[in-house]
């Protein structure tokens, strides 16, 4: 079983205690100025943060990807 088939099997609470941890690389200062920012202002941490970025990230491609199908 492959890690995709594994976390097909787990449910939604099991999935988000076993959360991935991904390094990144902040290569912009005014993007990292922005992060704490954002992070001091609404009280959440970089992970939460970054997380919500990109949800609403990949929900602009597929959506761009569909009109872009149709």
Known sequence: MDEKEFRA???????EQ?????????????????????????????????NTALTRFFADIESISLLRYK
């Open 18 to 50: 076993r959360a991935f941890i991904i390094p990144f690389k902040v290569l912009d200062l005014d993007t990292w100025e922005n992060l704490n920012k954002h992070s001091a202002e609404l009280s959440k941490p970089y992970d939460f943060l970054i």
């Open 9 to 15: 099997t787990l449910t939604q609470e099991e999935l």
